[in-house]
């Protein structure tokens, strides 16, 4: 037996186009082929030459809970971790979209990372090898350090992702 990586994410979303968005414009994932399941969904890849599907998104159908609505957050997951490069870039594009962000250093190690919520709340954790990125390692001051366990999701600026716009 052996279990040889992560092959996806599945997120339920109740805005389909604000959480496909999000994941193409924010973290730079390309929209693939998706079977017809019978109900709305997506399926974002990296942009690598292999590009792997890594974030299934799927809206009405089985997203949806007894009440009509898919439920917000991450549940008894605390957050999907996603190997990445660029960190400082990716602190631009959060700013750039309006995104409150938190960055870490993890004791002992070159890894940097930034934590950030997709429109469903889902928690994002961006991992990267900082012996490898140019520029200042992670800010762990107060308010831009992340804390475990401490949620900093706030809906509002997602809402400029909405299918409205």
Same mark, same amino acid.
């Given at each position: 037996?052996?279990?040889?990586?992560?092959?996806?994410? !599945?997120?339920?979303?109740?805005?389909?186009? &604000?959480?496909? *968005?999000?994941?193409?414009?924010? $973290?730079?994932?390309?929209?693939?082929? /998706? #079977?017809?399941?019978?109900?709305?969904?997506?399926? $974002? &890849?990296?942009?690598?030459?292999?590009?792997? !599907?890594?974030?299934?998104?799927? &809206?009405?159908?089985?997203? +949806?809970?007894?009440?009509?609505?898919?439920?917000?957050?991450? !549940?008894?997951?605390?957050? @999907?971790?996603?190997?990445?490069?660029?960190?400082?870039?990716? /602190?631009?594009?959060?700013? *750039?979209?309006? $995104?409150?962000?938190?960055?870490?250093?993890?004791?002992?190690?070159?890894?940097?990372? +930034?934590?950030?919520?997709?429109?469903?709340? @889902?928690?994002?954790?961006?991992?990267?090898?900082?012996?490898?990125?140019?520029? #200042?390692?992670?800010?762990? /001051?107060?308010?831009?350090?992340?804390?475990?366990?401490?949620?900093?999701?706030?809906?509002? #600026?997602?809402?400029?992702?909405?299918?409205? *716009?």
């Amino acid at each position: 037996m052996l279990v040889s990586g992560l092959f996806h994410i !599945a997120i339920k979303t109740n805005d389909l186009a &604000a959480t496909e *968005r999000f994941y193409m414009e924010v $973290l730079g994932l390309k929209k693939v082929a /998706r #079977p017809d399941f019978g109900y709305p969904g997506a399926w $974002l &890849a990296t942009q690598g030459p292999a590009g792997s !599907a890594i974030v299934h998104i799927y &809206a009405g159908g089985p997203a +949806l809970g007894s009440d009509g609505k898919a439920p917000v957050g991450t !549940a008894a997951i605390d957050h @999907v971790s996603i190997a990445a490069h660029g960190y400082h870039e990716f /602190r631009a594009a959060f700013e *750039r979209h309006g $995104l409150p962000w938190r960055e870490f250093l993890v004791p002992g190690t070159t890894l940097w990372q +930034l934590f950030v919520y997709d429109p469903s709340g @889902v928690q994002l954790e961006l991992t990267f090898d900082g012996a490898a990125e140019d520029g #200042p390692p992670p800010d762990m /001051r107060p308010g831009h350090g992340y804390v475990a366990g401490t949620s900093f999701f706030d809906p509002k #600026p997602y809402a400029a992702f909405g299918s409205a *716009r």
